[in-house]
T-cell receptor, first 113, second 120 residues
Framework: GQNIDQPTEMTATEGAIVQINCTYQ??????LFWYQQHAGEAPTFLSY????GLEEKGRFSSFLSRSKGYSYLLLKELQMKDSASYLC??????????????FGAGTRLFVKA | GAVVSQHPSRVICKSGTSVKIECRSL??????MFWYRQFPKKSLMLMAT?????????EQGVEKDKFLINHASLTLSTLTVTSAHPEDSSFYIC????????????????FGEGSRLTVL
């Protein structure tokens, strides 16, 4: 089966850097995603990793280590609007050839002034 | 990016009634759509994979007779919650990939706005 773990909540200061970790277990790994979700809204895509290493996109970076089943999302120069839930998600390739994306419980980030 | 639209965004119904939620891909065709359910402060739980022109694939523990999914066209999937009860109250979100965009390679999902169902 699949299992995705990430911290429940984190608090950081405006302008600082925060790292949100995610560990996963899956049988047919086919990519790891980070999504941002504000309360009451649908998730929006932030990043995608399928190979080991760091992917950088503006203030957001995501890292993947497939051998360790580990990823992190790095947010730099934090802004108040970054207060949201950050969802780690894994795409699992099924034996049927299809796939499905499974989400972790999300990490609620609070950015304080 | 691709646009997925859900309707209604909010619905309140009486216990025992059925509610239909629509999910449309507005600027692309989606052979596959995914329906998720989310409880407050919890993760998105995959309910089923909706396949155009064929039966939906339900996740373990999801009652297919309770949550009817129809994917009659390449741009529309519907989720019908039958004989709704208060425990069915939740946030339901649909999603899809856009085959014509980079999301087909990455598997990035585009989400609808979500539908908040409250069963009294």
């Amino acid at each position: 089966g699949q299992n995705i773990d990430q911290p429940t909540e984190m608090t950081a200061t405006e302008g600082a850097i925060v790292q949100i970790n995610c560990t996963y277990q899956t049988s047919g790994f086919n990519g790891l995603f980070w999504y941002q979700q504000h309360a009451g809204e649908a998730p929006t895509f932030l990043s995608y990793n399928v190979l080991d290493g760091l992917e950088e996109k503006g203030r957001f970076s995501s890292f993947l280590s497939r051998s360790k089943g580990y990823s992190y999302l790095l947010l730099k120069e934090l802004q108040m609007k970054d207060s949201a839930s950050y969802l780690c998600a894994v795409r699992d390739l099924l034996h049927t050839g299809g796939f499905k994306t499974i989400f972790g419980a999300g990490t609620r980030l609070f950015v304080k002034a | 990016g691709a646009v997925v639209s859900q309707h209604p965004s909010r619905v309140i119904c009486k216990s025992g009634t059925s509610v239909k939620i629509e999910c449309r891909s507005l600027d692309f065709q989606a052979t596959t759509m995914f329906w998720y359910r989310q409880f407050p402060k919890k993760s998105l739980m995959l309910m089923a994979t909706s396949n155009e022109g064929s039966k939906a694939t339900y996740e373990q523990g999801v009652e297919k007779d309770k949550f009817l999914i129809n994917h009659a066209s390449l741009t529309l999937s519907t989720l019908t919650v039958t004989s709704a009860h208060p425990e069915d109250s939740s946030f339901y979100i649909c999603s899809a990939r856009d085959p014509a965009s980079g999301s087909q390679r990455t598997g990035e999902l585009f989400f609808g706005e979500g539908s908040r169902l409250t069963v009294l």
